[in-house]
């Protein structure tokens, strides 16, 4: 697996050779001379963009001005210390926190230069589009096929039979799991161990076809092994998903992420490459959080 340095260097030669308007260098993710950091393709359209997001539990304040372009392809850590909002933030891509009475929201979020929270908006496609894996893996008390397929029954995405057991198989497949389950597709999901389960609600969630992935605190119910195989697929998914990933693990952050965005009291205090908010973030309180000083 490509470290995340490694990938961080690859991003900054690919932003040099772009600057000066020169292809995409080959071997671009091969370790590049230290330079100072820049935001992957600080010019290209970002999947999603947040501008001036206050975020309101009745008449609690808890984000703050938070504005952060997310780019596709890339995974984009958030961290920061428990109840800075990173939860809130997440929630809020897929309109997620509507659910919640007596919440507002100020400000935008872009999704492809839509305004997810327009009158016109389709709320169950957006929630679609941008799935969501929560910290305790949810499995519904069916088999472990069903949970796969509820999706694309619901949002009526398969024409026969044929078409939908294909798609849960490809959907298992993604997630890194169907290897383990492959003879026992009709089993109750609640049998599998805590890390397949998590694996599952990962193919359910890819079975939909969203676009963007979601995650909070995917692994931290796991242990160490089922957490680097987590670890793995969301390395390998974002070839094919813009992923945002919350986590209270340094180095996890630090393995899976391209971008590290840090929160501090409903605030976003600096994003940048993941490298060099950990190596040399431009703010003595991300540098304080990230070395272990508080949180
Ligand atoms: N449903 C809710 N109703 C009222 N307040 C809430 C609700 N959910 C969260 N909050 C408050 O919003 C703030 C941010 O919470 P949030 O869950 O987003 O934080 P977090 O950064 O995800 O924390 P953690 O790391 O502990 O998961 C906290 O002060 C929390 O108490
Ligand atoms: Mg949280």
Redesign the pocket.
């Known amino acids: 697996m490509e470290t995340a340095t490694g990938y961080a260097r690859g991003m900054l030669l690919n932003a040099e050779a772009a600057k000066a308007g020169q292809p995409r260098a080959p071997g671009a993710d091969s370790p590049a001379p230290a330079r100072e950091s820049v935001v992957p393709n600080p010019e290209s359209d970002p999947k999603i963009a947040v501008a001036g997001l206050n975020f309101y ?2 008449p ?1 304040r ?1 984000l703050d001005g938070v504005t952060l372009k997310i780019h596709p392809n890339q995974v984009t850590a958030l961290i ?10 997440l929630r809020s891509l897929n309109r997620m926190n509507d659910i ?1 009475p007596g919440t507002r929201v100020e400000g935008s979020i872009l999704i492809d230069g839509q305004d997810i929270y327009a009158p016109s908006v389709d709320v169950v496609d957006l929630r679609r589009r941008v799935g969501m894996v929560f910290q305790k893996s949810n499995p519904f008390p069916k088999s472990i096929f069903e949970n796969v397929a509820y999706g694309l029954r619901i949002n009526r995405m398969t024409r026969s039979r044929e078409e939908l057991g294909g798609r849960v198989e490809a959907s298992l497949k993604a997630a890194a799991l169907w290897d383990e389950v492959r003879d026992r597709l009709h089993a109750s999901a609640l049998s599998l161990s805590g890390g397949q389960q998590q694996r599952l609600c990962i193919a359910r969630a890819l079975a939909v076809e969203p676009e963007i992935l979601l995650m909070d ?1 995917p692994a931290s119910a796991l242990d160490p092994i089922a957490t680097q195989r987590i670890e793995e697929l969301v390395y390998q998914l974002k070839d094919r998903y813009t992923i945002v990933i ?1 986590t ?1 693990n340094m180095q996890q952050a630090a393995r899976v992420s391209d971008v590290t965005a840090f ?1 501090w009291l ?1 605030k976003l205090i600096e994003s940048d490459l993941t490298n060099k908010i950990f190596t040399a973030p431009a703010e003595k309180l991300t540098e304080d959080y990230v070395t272990g000083r508080f949180g």
């Open positions: 539990y009745g609690n808890v920061g210390p428990s109840g800075c909002g990173k939860s809130t933030f919640v605190e919350v209270h929160f409903g």
